[in-house]
């Protein structure tokens, strides 16, 4: 009985923007590019491109700051959002022997 040994490697490298509308609302956006790889006795194959971009949008529903004796001063957020993922399909798996 002969076994193969086969590798994976995941990795993802992010672009990511946020933008601030009044001193309340937040837009996020986050751009993935996935670099994937396994190896095998049948070769190596490779699946890279752009992953699901992320549309995020947030409210501040809390936002204190206070300070005590000491002088330190406390920062307390409390944020609540939503979000949508754009699906892309254009990954392309190549076979390398």
Do not use: C
């Amino acid at each position: 009985m002969q076994h193969s040994l086969a590798m994976t490697f995941y990795q993802t490298t992010e672009l990511w923007a946020g933008y601030n509308i009044g001193r309340k609302w937040q837009l996020l956006t986050f751009l993935p590019y996935n670099i994937n790889r396994q190896t095998s006795d049948d070769g190596t194959r490779k699946n890279n491109g752009l992953g699901n971009i992320s549309l995020i949008a947030n409210y501040d529903l809390l936002n204190t700051r206070k300070g005590n004796k000491r002088g330190n001063k406390i920062s307390q957020q409390l944020w609540i959002g939503g979000g949508i993922k754009i699906p892309q399909v254009n990954l392309k798996l190549t076979l390398m022997i």
